[in-house]
Every structure is written in structure tokens, then in C-alpha cells.
């Protein structure tokens, strides 16, 4: 699996054989991770709002992408570096008026994130002092498609995976805009 | 919230299957709560209610099919292998369909064991039969088509393309038309089964995963749109899109055809439609993970 962050990663590198992009387990799996941060709604949705800019997450090296915050906007997320791996996603779902926005991974290979049919939401919410909320869910399933996948792509496995993957843009989040108060 | 109050039409009783918690939830539909909960491992997703009133689950981790005695609250599980998710019953028979994810056929149970077996296109599904009990459809997810079996000889009588990623299937109370949802092209076809055609095709949203049909009306839930679009039956033109709870995916209809209810994967809840009206009436409480795919309301 790619190495999102040493640090906030510790999954093995793994070799998978190529699979049909659309197949995947039967059972759908879902992940919710918030963070409190003291900068106001308003201020953090202005950094992190654009489907064209990942640039907070630290993993994200490089967003290139068309049709802005338009529905069906495609976006490709380059990761670690310029030879890093990608992330071809699609946006269906923006309100900015509600400070979120719902996008899903159109390509992605499995040694990346082993997931499939992913589909996330990133959402502003009013926090405590004035402060904000962010709140990141996903559900996917796994993108090993038969009955006893290997561990490293397992229900579990994919679950700690996209886990470690928002904890890590959640965490720069509020190292950037401060704990809650 | 005002589940008691709003949904004493309809009535009932709701069998969801969550997979999130290896349970299955049984919610009496005439005051809006949830009165049990089984225990059934291995990600419990496909459910049927049979003509005697037993209940049959799906759970495709661990290849299991689990039968309910509501009666006495006992269950049995059978083997089945592979990975069993949609399921149907025969209404006149009592033969019991299984689609297996994995090994591509379906199981057919008989006489409560595993009798027979018959091969279906790349990852079947959905299931449904025939009101007459004479035939049987599955929809073949990775092959974008129907499969449409004599129930008697299990004879693969027609294969019929239909849209992209097709997954849930109803058919009408004739037993002469399917509406299968296409998860992969957001529209819905519509089969004349006889004909072994597809006759039309209705837009939906995004992410169409399983169809009811109420009041000659379709529900369809859209599991990325966190709606349910109605259309007209006779004339398929579009009514509304109501807002339910997220990622909707089961589907089912009161038999009175007064309220059609709405499993939200995400939100673990079950949405109460007035078939009517086109309103949400209530939201019910149910275990985490909802999917409640196949016939889950008993009487």
C-alpha cells in the first residue's frame, strides 16, 4: 500500500495483481473522523472549500483538475511527490451555503488505497466558542472483490487505511488553524 | 421523532438486515419501533420474507443463509459458500433464491437445504420471481443484464441487457414488467418480461440501487443521492425526488401500499414515506449499516 505518511502509516507495501476496477466485496464500509479547530467556520471552509486546492492535506502534493466547484469537476491528486502515485475524483455534490462538499474516486489503484466505489464528504460545521468542526466520512468498500481477501486488504485493513488518511489531513487541519477552545 | 404518530397506515412488521452490526432489526411498522434484535453474523445484507412468514437472511462473509421462525424467535443458519447477497422467495413454492456474489449462480433452497443450483452472469444480485412463482430474474451486476430462469427446470430462458451495474429488481403485482435500478447509468429499465426486452428507461439519481413499487408509483432509492425518486408507472414520467437519509439502499412498500420505507445505510435509520403525499412522516431507529435488500416487510 502507498506509504501516506510515515508517520501516520505503517502499512506494508503490498503486491497486488491487477483486479476489474468496478468489482469489490459485498459489504460496505464506513468511516467518520472530526476535528475541533478554534478558526471560525467561515475561515476554514475558505481553505479547505475548493475541490481544486487539496493542498492541506500533507500527503497531496498536487491538485490539477477541471470544472472548479462545478458538479461532476474532476480533480487528480498527486501524492508525495511528482512521480507520486494519483487519484482521479469526481465531485457530484457542493453547498457552500452548508460548507460541504461529496466527491467519489473514479481510478485508483489498489497498492494506493485498496478501496472501491469510495465516496467521501468533507463538511464545515459550527464548533464550539466559535470555532468549527471538520468532519470527513467515506464509504467504500473494499476493493478486494472475493470472500477471504488477504490481511493487507481485508474489511479492516481498508477501514484503517482511509482512517489513517483523514486523520492525517484532520490533524494538519488543526495544527494549522488551532485546537478548539 | 413522531414515528408513533405518523405511521399507523401501512403496519407491519420490518425485517432489516444491518451490516454494520451483524443484526437484524424487527420494527413493527404500526407504531414505528424497533421491538428485537437478532444477532446474525457475517454481514447480514439480503432478506426475504416468505409466504409462511419465516424470514431469510443472507450473509455473503461468511456464505451462511439464516431462517427466522418469527413465531418462536429460533434460528437456523445453512452453509451455502460463496457469497450470497440478494434473495427471493417463491411465493407459491416456497423455494428460496440466493444470488452468489462470488460464484456467479444462484442457490436454490428446497425443503430447507440447498437443492440445486444455477449459473447466472458475473455477480449477480438482485433477485425476484414471478407472483405466478413460474419464473425467476436475477440481475447480473458486471454483466449489465437480467438473467431469467423457468423456476421449475431452472432453464436459463432469456438474457436480456439492460443498463450499467444493474443490482436491484422488482417486478410488478401482473408479474408482467421488471424495474431493475442501474447503479452504473442512474436510470432505471423498465423489462417486459415476456418480451425478454427492455421497453423504456427512466432517469433516476445518482447511484440507483433497488426499486419498490406502492400506489402505481416506483420508488427508487439513489444511494449517492440521498433521495428516492418516484415516477408514475403507467405514464414513467417523474413525480418527485424526496430527501431521506443518507445513502438509502433498501426499498420496500407497506401491503397496503400506503407507506414505502427506506433503509439509510449511513445514517442508520428507516425513512417512513407516505406513499401519497411523497413525504418523509418519520424516521425510525434501526442498527448500524442498514441494507434491508430483497422483500423485508411481513405482514
Do not use: C
Not at chain 1, 69 to 81: F, P
Not at chain 2, 39 to 56: E, L, N
Not at chain 2, 147 to 166: C, K, N
Request: proline share 6%; aromatic share 6%; charged share 20%.
Amino acid at each position: 500500500m502507498y506509504n501516506w505518511s510515515l508517520a501516520a502509516l505503517a502499512a506494508a507495501a503490498l503486491a497486488v495483481a491487477p483486479m476489474a476496477a468496478d468489482a469489490h466485496g459485498p459489504s460496505r464500509q464506513k468511516v467518520t473522523e472530526t476535528v475541533a479547530v478554534a478558526a471560525a467556520p467561515d475561515a476554514v471552509w475558505a481553505r479547505i472549500g475548493n475541490f481544486q486546492d487539496m493542498s492541506w492535506h500533507p500527503a497531496v502534493a498536487q491538485t490539477t483538475g477541471e470544472g472548479g466547484n462545478a458538479i461532476d469537476a474532476t480533480r487528480e491528486l498527486r501524492l508525495g511527490d511528482p512521480q507520486g502515485p494519483t487519484i482521479d475524483e469526481v465531485l457530484y455534490k457542493y453547498d457552500a451555503a452548508k460548507r460541504t462538499y461529496s466527491y467519489r474516486i473514479e481510478q485508483v489503484e489498489l497498492t494506493t488505497l485498496p478501496v472501491s466505489n469510495y465516496s467521501a464528504h468533507l463538511t464545515v460545521k459550527d464548533g464550539p466558542n466559535g470555532g468549527s468542526v471538520i468532519e470527513w466520512r467515506g464509504a467504500f468498500y473494499r476493493g478486494f472483490p472475493n470472500n477471504d481477501p488477504p490481511p493487507e486488504l481485508s474489511d479492516e485493513a481498508v477501514v484503517n487505511a482511509v482512517t489513517s488518511v483523514y486523520r492525517l489531513g484532520l490533524d494538519a487541519l488543526q495544527a494549522e488553524f488551532g485546537a478548539a477552545n | 421523532m413522531l414515528a408513533a404518530a405518523a405511521a399507523q397506515a401501512g403496519g407491519g412488521v420490518a425485517y432489516i438486515t444491518n451490516q454494520g452490526d451483524d443484526s437484524l432489526s424487527v420494527v413493527d411498522l404500526a407504531t414505528g419501533v424497533e421491538t428485537g434484535v437478532l444477532s446474525i453474523p457475517g454481514r447480514p445484507a439480503g432478506v426475504a420474507v416468505a409466504p409462511d412468514g419465516r424470514v431469510w437472511v443472507t450473509s455473503p462473509e461468511t456464505g451462511a443463509l439464516t431462517v427466522l421462525d418469527p413465531a418462536t424467535g429460533e434460528t437456523r443458519a445453512l452453509a451455502l459458500g460463496g457469497g450470497p447477497l440478494g434473495l427471493a422467495v417463491n411465493p407459491v413454492t416456497g423455494a428460496v433464491y440466493a444470488a452468489d456474489w462470488h460464484g456467479d449462480r444462484l442457490f436454490v433452497i428446497e425443503g430447507d437445504r440447498l437443492a440445486r443450483e444455477a449459473a447466472t452472469g458475473d455477480s449477480p444480485s438482485g433477485v425476484a420471481v414471478t407472483p405466478d412463482g413460474a419464473t425467476i430474474l436475477t440481475a447480473d451486476r458486471d454483466d449489465d443484464q437480467i438473467s431469467v430462469f423457468d423456476a421449475r427446470t431452472l432453464e436459463r430462458r432469456a438474457v436480456i441487457p439492460v443498463g450499467e451495474r444493474p443490482f436491484g429488481v422488482s417486478i410488478d403485482a401482473a408479474g408482467a414488467v421488471a424495474y431493475v435500478a442501474n447503479v452504473g447509468s442512474n436510470d432505471v429499465s423498465v423489462v417486459d418480461i415476456a418480451a425478454g426486452a427492455v421497453v423504456a428507461t427512466v432517469p433516476v439519481g445518482e447511484r440507483p440501487y433497488a426499486v419498490a413499487l406502492a400506489s402505481g408509483r416506483g420508488f427508487v432509492t439513489n444511494s449517492y443521492g440521498d433521495s428516492v425518486t418516484v415516477f408514475d408507472i403507467e405514464t414513467l414520467a417523474p413525480l418527485a425526488a424526496i430527501d431521506v437519509g443518507e445513502y438509502p439502499e433498501g426499498v420496500g412498500a407497506s401491503r397496503d401500499g400506503a407507506r414505502v420505507y427506506v433503509a439509510n445505510w449511513m445514517t442508520d435509520t428507516l425513512s417512513v414515506i407516505d406513499a401519497e403525499s411523497l413525504e418523509v412522516i418519520a424516521e425510525i431507529d434501526v442498527g448500524s449499516g442498514p441494507r434491508a435488500f430483497g422483500d423485508f416487510i411481513a405482514d
